[in-house]
Structures are given as C-alpha cells and as structure tokens.
C-alpha cells in the first residue's frame, strides 16, 4: 500500500511552489507527537528569519530517517532525483577536496529536507559569494559536566565585553540544548584559519578574566566544571545549529536568537518548533539586520600574535583535520605515551 501523502503549498521569491510531503503524520518528536508535517509547517511560518539567518550559504543537513531518538547523518550534497529548485555551491573542504554543498535561496528546499527527514540545519559561517571567508565569528560556549545553560548565561556578558573592546558587537542565541551561541558579523576579509585564531584570542582573554568559570583546555579530562569555548567551531566545514533551526531532543527546542536584555530571565527549553512562531510575532526577530553592520578581526589577531610572542601558540584541531604548523600533539595527556624511566 502506498505512504500517504500531501501537498503543501510554500511561498517562495518567485510565487508558490507544490511541495509533496509523504508520511505526514509519520511523529518526529514522540513526546510531544509532533509529527513530520507539523515540522514543514514550523519552517514555512519562521521562513524569512530562518532564511535570514541560513540562507544563501553552504548547509548541511542532520537527517534522522527513524524521528528523534533514531539514528542519523548528514547530508551535504545534493542527491539524486532532487528537485530542479534544489540549489548547491562548489566549497572546499578541510582535506582540500572540492565539492557541491547545499544551499537554501528559499523556504521550500528547506520543507523538501524536512521531507527528507532533516530535523538540524547546519550553515556555514561564509555566503556563496565567497565560501571561504567567514562573514560571522562564532562562540560556542559550551557547559561541561556539572555547569548548563545558567553558567553559561553567567559568562555571556563577560564575553560579550571581551569582544566589544576588540571592536565587535555581539549577538547570542540560545543553542537549542544546554549552551549559548555567541556571534559577530564581521568583514569577510579573513580566511577560516584567521578567524580561529581571533576566536583563540577572545577566548583566551575570557579565560583570563574568569579562570574558575572557563576553560579553553581541548581535552575534556582537563576541563573541570567550567564552561568550554570550543573554538574549533570555527575551523572551515565545522558547523553548530542554525538560527531557528530545531533541534533533535525530546522538547522539540530551537536553537532561538535572543536579546541580551532577555539572557538573565530566559529559559532556552521554552523555545520549541511550537512556542518560536508565537515568540516571532509578539517580539519580532532579535536577530534582524545583524549582517548590516560588520565589524574587524584586527585587534583580536593582534592579540593572537601578542599571546604568541609570550609563549602560547596553536591548539589542538579535530582529528579528520590535516595536520597544522605548530599545532601540539592530538593524543589526550592521560594516553599519551610515558617516558621510560
């Protein structure tokens, strides 16, 4: 017998497309029962600031086939039998190789993902224009064992004042877990390499600031109850959940773009692919325009080469990166090899 089916109806830039959605009823978060067509709805009604936000970049999608709970993967490129508005940019990765990436010019490729069982949305932190210039400095701060989004909340205005004296404006969301996502628009006159290293230097200086409270240590064994920048969110093909995309736990959250006058109050399981259409249309985007006004990575890199000339030089970099000048070994302190005695 065949899947039931459905027709949606999804405005897009050049008037309506028919998007067909099989299983509809098929539930993605058991929880709460909402169900794959419910989803696609959520992405239509949140689609200009979802696309305002992982729009007209690289994206790669986290497919759950099974819903919430099940097994999952990503997809980065277009499949074959996409339709014919399904679009891609040729990038290049972190291995050197070349390849077409996704990318969402409109709501209704992001509706056919649902269909194709995508919860996460993944963008990368350049546009299509240029690929391999990042237009936004990315924090991940990231609670560890014992710490959660309280603590994290904690340190955010701290950050916050780290990366404005370095001339930035930052802006923050929720991650749609337990953490905070810190962002800065930036020119896109920096490579991925450089704009790890800014991050590295705010981080450090962060670190300085508030040593019981944060931690750059890569190795978790190292870390303690203290918050993590994980700066390697910011290497090239490293990406963290969209602005407004959902997230795969049982609460059915929203990674949700905040002010920071709501950070002290806020509870980040509230934000849900139920609650975020109401939030948008009682307060409005806070994430609105934020691309308009970018800033420089200069000061921070000269704090980058200052904390070089003292002595602290590359961090460890993900275990498919090719191995980097400078870069200390990768094998954690406690399996490290010991000398003979």
């Keep these: 017998m065949a899947s039931e089916r459905i027709t949606l109806t ?55 086939p099974e819903g919430v709970g099940g097994e999952s993967f990503f997809s980065k490129n277009p499949p074959k039998g996409a339709p014919d508005y399904i679009r891609a940019e040729t990038v290049t990765y972190n291995s050197g190789r070349r390849h077409p990436q996704l ?34 400095l990315r924090i991940d701060l990231d609670p560890q064992p014992g710490t959660g989004f309280a603590e994290a909340a904690a340190v955010a205005p701290a950050l916050r004042e780290v990366l404005a004296e370095a001339g930035l404006t930052a802006w923050i969301k929720t991650s749609g877990s337990r953490g905070i996502h810190v962002f800065c628009p930036i020119e896109p006159a920096y490579e991925f390499l450089d704009v ?9 200086e962060l670190e300085r600031r ?22 390697n969110q910011a290497n090239r093909d490293r990406t963290m959940a969209g602005a407004y995309s959902p997230r795969a736990l049982p609460g059915a959250t929203v990674s949700t773009p905040i002010a920071w006058d709501e950070l002290a109050d806020v509870d980040p399981s509230s934000f849900t692919v139920r609650s975020v259409p109401e939030r948008l249309g009682s307060v409005g985007d806070p994430w609105a325009g934020l691309l308009d006004d970018r800033g420089s990575i200069d000061t921070l890199l000269e704090w980058w080469r200052r904390d070089l000339d003292e002595g602290l030089g590359e961090l460890p970099f993900p275990p498919e990166f090719p191995k980097m000048p400078g870069e200390p070994p990768r094998v954690q302190p406690s399996r490290a090899k010991k000398p003979e005695a």
């Excluded at 998007?19 to 509809?24: I, T």
């Excluded at 290293?197 to 705010?202: E, F, K, R, S």
């Design 10 to 64: 999804v405005p897009g830039p050049h008037g309506d497309r028919e998007v067909g959605v099989s299983s509809p009823n098929r539930v993605i978060w058991p929880e709460l029962g909402i169900t794959k067509q419910e989803l696609a709805e959520y992405l239509i009604t949140v689609r200009e600031p979802f696309l305002n936000a992982n729009g007209d970049r690289p994206v790669s999608l986290e497919r759950f």
């Design 196 to 204: 790890r290293h800014a991050v590295i230097a705010a981080g450090r």
């Design 103 to 136: 990318v969402l010019t409109e709501i209704a490729q992001a509706v056919w993902a649902a269909q194709m069982n995508t919860i996460v949305f993944h963008p990368w932190a350049s546009l299509t224009a240029n690929t391999d210039n990042p237009v936004e």
């Design 210 to 231: 508030m040593p019981d409270r944060v931690t750059m240590n890569w190795w978790k064994e190292e870390r303690g109850e203290r918050i993590f920048i994980d700066f």
